[in-house]
Every structure is written in C-alpha cells, then in structure tokens.
C-alpha cells in the first residue's frame, strides 16, 4: 500500500514531512518501505527527491527533513511495490517537461490491465521503468497534449474523462501537478488490519483545510508539521494524519486546486 500526501496554499509554507512516520500512520508498521519521494514545487520548475529505499533507514531522507523547502505546492509518495521491481525508475512521483513546465505525478493502487490497451501499449517505448502508474502518467500527458489546449478547465475535464478510465481498471488515487495546479482523485484503497489486508475499499484520500481563522497556528501531526499556517491551504493525505478537521472524498472525487484555492470539484 503506497501512501499519498499533497499541500496546495496561498502562500509559500515550509513543511516539516517525515516520510517513514507517515507511513508508519498509514499501517505499515511491520513492513518495509520500497521507496520514497517528494517534489517542492517552485514556479514552473521543482525540487524532486527520489530514493529506492525505505526512508527510515535513508540519509538522504534525512537531509530533505532538515532543509525543508517553503512553497505553495507540494506533493509526496511513500511506495510499497506491487507492479514493477524496487528500482529508482519504477519510484514516485513521475515527472516529465512538457512546453516548458515541469509536470509530475504519483498513484496510490493498481491498474491492471492497462498494458493491454491500444493507447498505452503505444506508450510503453517511452516508459523509463516499468510500472503501471508511469504508463498512466503517460497516457495522460498524451491526452493533455492532443486537447491543445491551456485552459485550466478544458485540462480539468481531460483529467476527469481520464480518472473516470482508470478508475474501472483497479485502484485509482491520483495527485498530478501541472507545473501550475495540483489535480486530485479519490478512490479506494487497502487498508492494513489485524487481520490482514484488506480488499479496496473508500476512502482512498482525505482532505484537511486552513482558512484564515487558522493564521499563525501550528499543525503537528504524525509524520508532518507546518510551524505557522496561513490560510487557505488545503492538505490531501491517505489517511487522516491527526485526530480534527479531516474529510474523505467520496470515490471519484476530482478537483484542482492552485496556490489554496480548489478551483474546480467534480465527480468522475
């Protein structure tokens, strides 16, 4: 079970993200970690952290933690393998340069299946890796691409229309960055118990919001803190990260958000 955390806000926040504690808080308490990234959007560009390897046991993990990077968006992926070998290629978040932005993008599930469409098997010559989730990535770039189009709400319905396809195929939770504005998609996921793990099942992600009644406050939670918020800013996580002020997306769920503002919020 691979865990997804994202931060979309007003103003440029500095984000204290430990990755192995928030996977800890995900269930995976008595497993180890295939991999682990993070991406500190900055303007058109960002910073990527990648690493093949459990964060808990990871120097470079630990550099990350102590020279965190404020900014407006941020999107971060704990990985636990199920398609693909444990390698830096098959690792999240994806990212591609497309007319000039950076773009990236990190799933939480499976889709099987998807090697066997027409679509995707013409992309599969540019894969890096070999995991399901980078051949989506690059199905949706395509289709982003063939729209022509910039318009926030035109690439927001070829994201829907796109997340409404995977979606029938397995496990579908999404975080996309456009290199402007944060795409999410809810849907179901395995949840680790007592007595096992469990099939799919809702929610796949939760969301917290910040508006200015919270200003100058500090969230502290397990695996993440921001010493002082400025809303609005809104957190997306796997699971809720402390006891208040969480909300599961119903499956399907699609919004996009830009700089604290969900823009747009729609059902796929």
């Not at 919270?214 to 993440?224: K, N, P, S, V």
Request: aromatic letters at 8%; glycine letters at 8%.
């Amino acid at each position: 079970m691979c865990e997804l955390f994202a931060m979309s806000a007003t103003e440029p926040h500095t984000v204290r993200y430990e990755l192995d504690l928030f996977a800890a808080e995900g269930g995976e308490k008595h497993r180890n970690r295939d991999g682990w990234g993070i991406l500190f959007a900055q303007d058109r560009d960002c910073y990527i952290f990648r690493e093949p390897a459990p964060a808990a046991t990871s120097e470079l993990s630990r550099m990350v933690v102590r020279n965190e990077r404020p900014c407006k968006q941020l999107m971060a992926h704990v990985r636990r393998a199920s398609v693909g070998g444990v390698e830096l290629a098959n690792t999240h978040p994806f990212d591609r340069v497309v007319q000039g932005r950076r773009h990236a993008f990190a799933h939480n599930g499976g889709l099987p299946g998807i090697e066997d469409r027409a679509d995707a098997r013409a992309l599969t010559g540019q894969r890096v890796g070999d995991a399901d989730s980078e051949l989506a990535f690059l199905l949706l770039l395509e289709r982003l691409t063939a729209s022509g189009s910039t318009d926030p709400a035109t690439r927001f319905g070829v994201f829907t229309r796109f997340a409404a396809e995977m979606r029938e195929l397995g496990s579908a939770n999404f975080l996309f960055f456009d290199g402007d504005r944060l795409f999410v998609h809810a849907d179901r996921r395995r949840f680790e118990t007592e007595d096992g793990v469990t099939e799919p099942r809702e929610p796949g992600l939760n969301i917290r919001s910040f508006d200015e009644r919270h200003d100058g406050q500090r969230w502290q939670a397990a695996g993440a803190s921001i010493s002082e918020v400025s809303g609005p800013l809104h957190l997306i996580a796997s699971v809720p990260l402390d006891p208040e002020g969480w909300r599961p997306l119903d499956r399907g769920t699609v919004m996009v958000l830009k700089d604290g503002v969900i823009e747009a919020q729609d059902r796929a």
